[in-house]
């Protein structure tokens, strides 16, 4: 079974330009997240869907951030522009389904630096 | 609100020595715990989970976590840990049902704790 796919892998960008990050889960994963992870902390969700609609989106920096999943499969997310404590690894996850009973499952995560 | 909190951020250890990677967390409703495990240049793995029923928890590489509700911890062991060990550990706790009467699974993440073990 195919595991969670993100690119690119790592991305190095200036401030205020603008960067986009692609994820596709496991096949048949109804819920997918985006997590930010700063040098030296755990891991923060920015953003849940179900399917392809929102269901957490509270601690996503919506001025900056916007985050999409057309089709209810693959997922992108966009920082425009970008600042440098955009610094991080974006990693994005699914699971079956919503629920803290369902596990869910990493990809490899894009490392953003922004100089 | 939930919060996790990883007190050691590196352990050091030799190999074949006991380990433990202690966990608290504080939350207004039930949770699920979650340990993690990311090895070098790989990606976040669960390690073990404790969801319900008995309050010890094993993967299948050794390790074990016990849920203690009254202390609110869920610390991690190993008797005898490999040199293969050496990864960053998370603890992340997941609410059961929100103030909604729902649950998302939303993690939450404690700090990380680097276990390094030494030949």
């Known amino acids: 079974e195919a595991g969670v796919a993100q690119s690119p892998r790592y991305k190095i960008i200036e401030k205020r330009q603008s960067v986009a990050f692609w994820c596709n889960p496991i096949?048949?994963?109804?819920?997918l997240y985006w997590y930010q992870q700063i040098l030296g902390q755990g891991p923060k969700l920015l953003i849940q869907?179900?399917?392809?609609?929102?269901?957490?989106d509270s601690q996503l920096p919506k001025d900056r951030f916007s985050a999409e999943r057309l089709k209810g499969v693959d997922s992108t997310l966009k920082i425009q522009p970008a600042k440098l404590e955009d610094s991080a690894v974006y990693l994005c996850?699914?699971?079956?389904?919503?629920?803290?009973?369902?596990?869910?499952?990493f990809g490899p995560g894009t490392r953003l630096t922004v100089l | 609100a939930q919060s996790v909190t990883q007190l050691d951020s590196q352990v050091p250890v030799f190999e074949e020595a006991p380990v433990e990677l202690r966990c608290n967390y504080s939350?207004?409703?039930?949770?699920?715990l979650f340990w993690y495990v990311q090895y070098p240049n790989q990606g976040l793995q669960l390690l073990l989970k404790?969801?319900?029923?008995?309050?010890l928890v094993e993967s299948i590489n050794g390790f074990e976590a016990e849920f203690n509700k009254s202390q609110t911890s869920f610390h991690l062991r190993k008797p005898s840990v490999h040199i293969s060990d050496t990864a960053e550990y998370f603890c992340?706790?997941?609410?059961?049902?929100?103030?909604?009467?729902?649950?998302?699974?939303?993690?939450?993440f404690g700090q990380g704790t680097i276990l390094t073990v030494h030949p």
């Open positions: 996850a699914s699971s079956l389904a919503s629920g803290g009973v369902n596990e869910q499952f």
């Open positions: 096949s048949g994963h109804a819920t």
């Open positions: 869907f179900q399917n392809n609609g929102v269901v957490d």
């Open positions: 939350s207004s409703v039930s949770v699920y």
């Open positions: 404790y969801l319900s029923g008995s309050t």
């Open positions: 992340a706790v997941s609410d059961r049902l929100n103030a909604g009467g729902t649950s998302y699974g939303k993690l939450t």
